[in-house]
């Protein structure tokens, strides 16, 4: 059974920094594409970050500079550094697994986490 279970999530002032993980289990995801998604409350899901197999990387414009994908292979698990934090980055935030990477785009597969929230506000 493939799982995608993300953590790092929590209350920071804006300014701060968080970082988030997505340990995957159940399948080798490393010949694939992962990503992170977030969803406010009353928007869309939207795709803030993604990385290819060989570590290509794309952003939202509304977090470049500020954000970071990476992932592990060999520990199967994708991190999401965010820095310089805003209230509106307040949303939870999903890893996504085996979706499709298009170089300025990503399109999410069909593994997802249960969520973790990310919360900015002094």
């Known amino acids: 059974q493939v799982q995608l279970v993300e953590s790092g999530g929590g209350l920071v002032q804006p300014g701060g920094s968080l970082r988030l993980s997505c340990a995957a289990s159940?399948?080798?995801?490393?010949?694939?594409?992962m990503g992170w998604y977030r969803q406010a409350p009353g928007k869309q899901r939207d795709s803030v970050a993604a990385?290819?197999?060989?570590?290509?990387?794309n952003y939202a414009d509304s977090v470049k500079g500020r954000f970071t994908i990476s992932r592990d292979n060999a520990k199967n698990t994708v991190y999401l550094q965010m820095n310089s934090l805003k209230p509106e980055d307040t949303a939870i935030y999903y890893c996504n697994a085996g979706g499709y990477y298009g170089g300025s785009y990503y399109l999410g597969g069909g593994y997802w986490g249960q969520g973790t929230q990310v919360t900015v506000s002094s």
């Open positions: 159940g399948r080798d995801f490393s010949i694939n594409a």
């Open positions: 990385i290819s197999r060989d570590g290509s990387t």
